[in-house]
């Protein structure tokens, strides 16, 4: 789909309205909004809005305006929005602009009723373009400490490799991760072209970032076929990201509910991408139906065109979520996060004094 140059609001709205036929244009309801709700999977450069965008290309002396940024996250596929992503990405320089993509995050997340989020930085495309890692996470630490001041949201690191650089590579983003485990960093991840790199091929580096405390994650099952979920479980990750394609193997979603594997489901992704031709088509109510731990998750919001309100809201509208189940989605997102111990009951208490009312 090409994007057309036109407000910042009614772009937002046009991606949203063609990728959703069966959303109704109400807003997400009160319940939705006030749901407190925790996020599991989110890009930190796929939630950079193109206003922030031209903002940082004015910091930086570039002429620009808002039509231009906007054309920048324009994909027809799965390959194309790598390359919008990519495109995004190349704009963040130097460590103030990512102490200030990560406090206006926090401050969106903070509108949406979100109390935690679990952050996916890409390290790896940072080394892959020789930037100064150290001040980039010094301003990374700088934006989240501001916004948990301002607006009392917690917020922790994983550190995201892309797969299709190679093995040695994603060392290096998992040796960062671990010099970083103070620092609220919590733990790492590959992303990238799951048929290039496949999860087999990682597992010297998983036993690494095991071996040094850190949590373990993999997308798996988004563009790889039901084999990548298996290969990310025998990575031991404690969660799936996406695993759309895990709908196809009875004996694996079976695994999955048994072990209560958390399954990041990220809906608006998955259709815009075009790895779900159709909304109908979306596995997620035959996971809930079958006992797996599901939570519903934006991916790459500004890329998408999606709040995690509007992701609760889909769910609902098309398959027929009820408001206990959704319920029992945004608690799975505490439960399954990588909180402390004593941090997460604090969250959950509270959690369920708010769902009680």
């Known amino acids: 789909m090409q994007l057309v140059h036109r407000s910042l609001a009614n772009l937002l709205s046009r991606i949203y309205n063609q990728s959703m036929p069966s959303r109704s244009d109400r807003p997400p309801n009160a319940f939705i909004r006030q749901l407190p709700k925790a996020e599991l999977h989110l890009h930190l450069e796929g939630a950079v809005e193109p206003a922030s965008l031209l903002e940082l290309r004015k910091i930086h002396g570039e002429r620009s305006t808002l039509a231009e940024v906007e054309s920048l996250y324009g994909y027809t596929d799965f390959q194309s929005f790598l390359m919008a992503f990519k495109a995004v990405s190349a704009h963040l320089r130097g460590p103030d602009d990512y102490e200030l993509i990560t406090y206006r995050l926090m401050q969106r997340l903070k509108e949406e009723n979100v109390l935690h989020a679990e952050v996916y930085v890409s390290v790896g495309v940072c080394l892959f373009r020789k930037q100064d890692f150290p001040s980039i996470f010094d301003g990374l630490e700088r934006g989240r400490a501001r916004g948990a001041r301002d607006f009392g949201i917690s917020l922790l690191w ?9 093995i040695d590579e994603a060392q290096k983003v998992f040796e960062f991760a671990a010099n970083y485990r103070d620092r609220h960093v919590v733990g790492v991840g590959i992303g990238g072209d799951e048929v290039k790199a496949p999860p087999e091929l990682f597992r010297g580096v998983y036993s690494y970032a095991a071996d040094q405390g850190l949590h ?10 039901p ?3 298996w290969g990310a479980l025998n990575l031991r990750v404690e969660r799936i990201g996406h695993g759309l394609t895990a709908a196809q193997d009875p004996d694996l979603i079976e695994e999955l509910a048994q072990r209560q594997i958390p399954v990041e489901i990220c809906l608006t992704s998955n259709l815009r991408t075009g790895v779900c031709k159709t909304i109908a088509e ?4 035959n996971y809930f139906d079958q006992g797996v731990m599901v939570t519903l998750n934006t991916d790459d919001p500004a890329l998408f065109g999606t709040t995690l309100s509007r992701e609760y809201q889909l769910a609902q509208e098309t398959f027929g979520f009820s408001d206990e189940h959704l319920r029992e989605l945004a608690r799975n997102s505490f439960e399954a996060s990588f909180l402390p111990a004593e941090k997460k009951l604090e969250l959950l208490s509270l959690f369920d004094a708010a769902a009680a009312r």
């Open 227 to 229: 084999e990548s979920v």
């Open 216 to 225: 373990l994650t993999a997308h798996a099952g988004e563009t790889g076929p």
């Open 158 to 166: 994983i550190f995201d490799a892309t797969r299709h650089f190679g």
């Open 282 to 285: 979306h596995p997620v109510k």
